[in-house]
């Protein structure tokens, strides 16, 4: 069920708008996302918990939010394929700029991991929506460039959550992180629906089921592919970088580490890896020759993490951007998301995947608690199998995907 794509660009401010719109949704979403992790001992510690309870509970919470990701991917997928790109796009933003405010009036664990689970459903819907629109809107040979604008500006969220939480109390970076959210509100005012997905609702009726991932058995594990793809991202993320400070001691890094410095390192990185990674499969006319470098890259960079000792602070924050450099295909792997799957269902695939990645820190986080009490308490050896398990499965994935860069997108699942 083709349909020539040719005149889906109506006017040159179309894409545009949507590029920028889709960036600083990004942005937003890495702000709060990461925020957590800079903010995780302070906050904490201002509730009254420190030491092991303060590492526990703080992996409890991120558990919460990972959840309230993975739920609301599900949701905001759905309506974005039922309802449209943009519903989605106001919807998710309003939903996590209200419960970031609240995060900030919080006075005990229930309520923060209440607003977190909250905040972690609104943003789910964020980047898939974003992408989603962008991939549509623009021909075939221009979409990395889209993609790799996206992903340069939004990474920028995470550093700028570095900077806030170093300048302000983690309350007021709550706080700010919402009222940037209702600030991104507005400009959505100019930003017009996908003509795609206007014209898949004339089409065909049975739009965002997500059910019908599992049904097929062929497009189930397409669907599973492109998930296993990012495991290894949110591995090195939502353990490794997230528990830096508790890594760097049993590293024996000469000196305190900053969770906050190491994901402003990590995340301050990843915009050069995206950009690169972006703009090289454009060169290569190739997504997954791209994923299976960078791939490569990330392996070497775990393995410097959790085997090279005794480091300055200075060179164990290199260490942190080195990782960083090297997940940054985030973006890209979520464009080939996007490219696997036809108009009906594309917004379901490409905001739950990302957001299963996220949601599988959740098991990656319980199997790593569960070695790490194997191996007598260590992180490394924990982190190491943890790793290892996520690289190989990414890589097998990345063999089984279709390659997309020419992929036609104006098409619907049967």
């Not at 942190?320 to 295909?329: V, W």
């Amino acid at each position: 069920m083709k349909k020539n794509q040719s005149n889906i660009i109506q006017t040159p401010i179309l894409p545009f708008a949507a590029i920028i719109v889709a960036s600083l949704g990004y942005f937003v979403d890495l702000y709060d996302l990461l925020l957590f992790s800079i903010v995780r001992l302070p906050s904490l510690k201002s509730l009254g918990l420190t030491g092991a309870q303060g590492t526990s509970t703080g992996i409890f919470l991120l558990n919460v939010q990972m959840a309230g990701l993975l739920i609301g991917g599900i949701f905001w997928g759905i309506l974005g394929d039922k309802k449209g790109r943009l519903n989605v796009l106001f919807g998710s933003i309003l939903l996590y700029s209200i419960a970031n405010i609240a995060n900030g009036f919080v006075t005990g664990v229930s309520g923060y991991a209440l607003f977190r689970f909250i905040a972690g459903f609104g943003l789910a819907g964020e980047l898939g929506a974003g992408i989603t629109l962008v991939v549509e809107l623009m021909p075939s040979a221009k979409r990395g460039y889209a993609t790799t604008i996206v992903a340069g500006v939004g990474i920028l969220g995470a550093v700028a959550a570095y900077f806030v939480a170093q300048f302000f109390d983690w309350r007021t970076a709550f706080f700010t992180g919402g009222g940037l959210g209702l600030c991104l509100l507005f400009l959505r005012i100019s930003v017009a629906e996908s003509p795609l997905f206007r014209q898949a609702s004339q089409r065909v009726e049975k739009k965002g089921r997500f059910l019908t991932l599992f049904t097929d058995r062929k497009r189930l594990f397409k669907y599973l592919y492109c998930i296993l793809i990012g495991l290894p991202l949110w591995f090195g993320v939502g353990i490794l970088i997230t528990l830096s400070p508790e890594f760097g001691k049993a590293l024996g890094v000469k000196g305190q580490v900053n969770a906050g410095a190491a994901v402003a390192c990590c995340y301050g990185a990843s915009v050069i890896g995206d950009m690169v990674s972006g703009l090289l499969s454009q060169y290569l006319k190739s997504r997954l020759k791209v994923v299976y470098l960078f791939l490569t890259l990330t392996a070497i960079s775990i393995g410097a993490y959790l085997f090279l000792t005794n480091l300055s602070l200075l060179q164990f924050y290199l260490v942190c951007g080195f990782f960083g450099f090297s997940a940054g295909y985030w973006v890209l792997f979520l464009t080939i998301a996007a490219e696997q799957f036809g108009t009906n269902i594309r917004a379901t695939v490409t905001t739950t995947v990302p957001n299963f990645v996220r949601g599988a820190v959740i098991p990656l986080s319980l199997l790593f608690q569960y070695l790490r009490s194997a191996f007598s308490g260590s992180l490394i050896y924990a982190g190491l199998l943890v790793g290892l398990l996520t690289l190989i499965v990414a890589f097998w994935a990345v063999s089984r995907t279709r390659e997309t860069f020419t992929a036609d997108l104006d098409y619907l699942e049967v």
